[in-house]
């Protein structure tokens, strides 16, 4: 059965940063594309950031040069640094094995003064 496990969400200040982690179990994970997505009250869920079996990264123009996606296949692992936060970054964060409808309980980020 595979299962996601987000953590690492909360409270941060506009400029701050944060790292999410996405702990996968049940899969063969080095193999696989993982994706970040967000959604934001009233608004539809979004593609964050990619990273595939290589490490070949794709972003939203909305956080390119702010966030980071990477991997460590030994932990099972992705991760999302987030730096130089926006309030516009507020949203219910959740990771995703591309392509299916598997997905993490998500972890929640607001960015507020």
């Known amino acids: 059965q595979v299962q996601l496990v987000e953590s690492g969400g909360g409270l941060v200040q506009p400029g701050g940063s944060l790292r999410l982690s996405c702990k996968a179990s049940g899969v063969i994970f080095n193999l696989l594309t993982m994706a970040w997505y967000r959604q934001a009250p009233e608004k539809q869920r979004e593609l964050v950031a990619s990273?595939?079996?290589?490490?070949?990264?794709v972003y939203a123009g909305s956080v390119k040069g702010r966030f980071t996606i990477s991997r460590d296949n030994a932990k099972n692992t992705v991760y999302l640094q987030m730096n130089s936060l926006k309030p516009e970054d507020t949203a219910v964060y959740s990771c995703?094995?591309?392509?299916?409808?598997?997905w993490g309980q998500g972890t929640l980020v607001t960015v507020s003064s």
């Open positions: 995703n094995v591309w392509g299916s409808n598997t």
């Open positions: 990273i595939n079996s290589g490490g070949g990264t």
